[in-house]
């Protein structure tokens, strides 16, 4: 079954949205308010959730919604999952690495994703068996290949911050790890992920993390030949946390960050 038409309406939705995150960036009177996670939210993740759902409710009526926003709706083997905008924080600050993230789940496997980062001219999508692709426009788009570095000593590790690795227990691990690296950097959000199936970083690691982070990820960096599982080693975006690679480290990165007996 080919996954065209589905990539096709993420394009759609995506180039909708944009417009609306590019009008809220760094306004005057964005209005900011803490989730009960202590998270967050800006109307512009409200009003780009509800307009991806009204949309999805016209194009799509059958499938499942599931929003960071506004959580589940429907119920389908077939679920849309949408983050408004990754990376809320810089959208708030008016750092410009931010992205409105679009992913499709059929029968428990994730088939398409598109990542779009309008502030940064970019966008990055797969849908499976398509391969993954990157550019501003469809009409201009590369192909995404991951890397060939096969040693730690060689590669380049992004990461988003160090404190959920502490709260995760595995800080010890994880510096040990960076320690071994040819490089480390946070560049964090979606952005380590892109940068890994565009083959400029090899790996990247987070530990907490929620679904609609994941899942227009994975597909991206699997399309472009890398691997993405949770720490356990679990193939998808369904663990809670995340390892991306060009697939040749992926196994000697879980061992490293594997929990201490």
Not at 110 to 139: D, E, N, Y
Not at 201 to 211: N, Y
Request: aromatic share 8%.
């Amino acid at each position: 079954m080919s996954y065209a038409e589905d990539l096709r309406l993420a394009h759609v939705l995506a180039d909708s949205v944009d417009q609306m995150t590019m009008q809220r960036f760094q306004a005057q009177d964005l209005r900011v308010e803490t989730k009960p996670d202590l998270t967050p939210v800006t109307d512009a993740d409200q009003s780009v959730e509800r307009a991806v759902r009204g949309q999805l409710s016209r194009l799509r009526p059958r499938d499942q919604v599931i929003g960071e926003e506004y959580g589940s709706s429907g119920d389908s083997a077939r679920q849309w999952v949408i983050d408004p905008i990754d990376g809320t924080k810089n959208f708030v600050r008016g750092v410009p690495v931010w992205a409105t993230l679009i992913g499709l789940i059929e029968d428990g496997e994730v088939v398409t994703g598109l990542v779009s980062a309008p502030a940064l001219g970019r966008r990055w999508w797969a849908g499976k068996g398509l391969g993954a692709w990157t550019g501003p426009r469809l009409s201009s788009a590369k192909q995404l290949r991951v890397s060939q570095v096969d040693s730690l000593a060689d590669a380049s590790f992004s990461y988003s911050s160090l404190s959920g690795w502490a709260d995760s227990g595995r800080l010890p691990q994880l510096l040990n790890l960076m320690q071994g690296c040819w490089r480390t950097r946070a560049y964090g959000d979606f952005w380590s992920y892109m940068l890994v199936a565009e083959g400029a970083v090899d790996f990247a690691a987070e530990p907490e993390l929620a679904l609609h982070d994941m899942v227009a990820l994975a597909p991206i960096v699997t399309e472009a030949g890398g691997r993405f599982t949770s720490l356990e080693g679990a193939d998808g975006p369904f663990g809670e946390n995340a390892v991306a690679s060009n697939s040749l480290l992926h196994d000697e990165v879980l061992a490293a960050l594997a929990p201490r007996e």
